[in-house]
Nanobody, 115 residues
């Protein structure tokens, strides 16, 4: 069964840190560049960061210097380390292939940053 499960979201104060985790099934993970995305209320989903199968990483401008993406091919997981969180980081965070497949979107994990 194709599946993605995200976890690690929480309520955190501005300036705090969180580490999100995503576990994916073999079918959609192996051999694919994977990405973290987020969707804030009233906004379109946007790419946060991506990591390819050899670990090369690309970040959105807003994530550069604050967020770090990691990939574990053996465990089929990707993680997103977020630091210096700001109110604007409040969103539901999802992972998917870099060219996202609609059928693979999971439930996401809620990150809420408070003042």
């Amino acid at each position: 069964q194709v599946q993605i499960v995200e976890s690690g979201g929480d309520l955190v104060q501005s300036g705090g840190s969180l580490r999100l985790s995503c576990t994916a099934s073999e079918f959609l993970f192996d051999g694919y560049t994977m990405g973290w995305y987020r969707q804030a209320p009233g906004k379109q989903r946007e790419l946060v960061a991506r990591v390819d199968i050899v670990g090369s990483k690309v970040y959105a401008d807003f994530a550069e210097g604050r967020f770090a993406i990691f990939r574990d091919n053996a465990r089929r997981t990707i993680q997103l380390e977020m630091t210096s969180l700001i109110l604007e980081d409040t969103a539901v965070y999802y992972c998917n292939q870099f060219v996202p497949v609609d059928a693979y979107w999971g439930q996401g994990t809620q990150v809420t940053v408070s003042a």
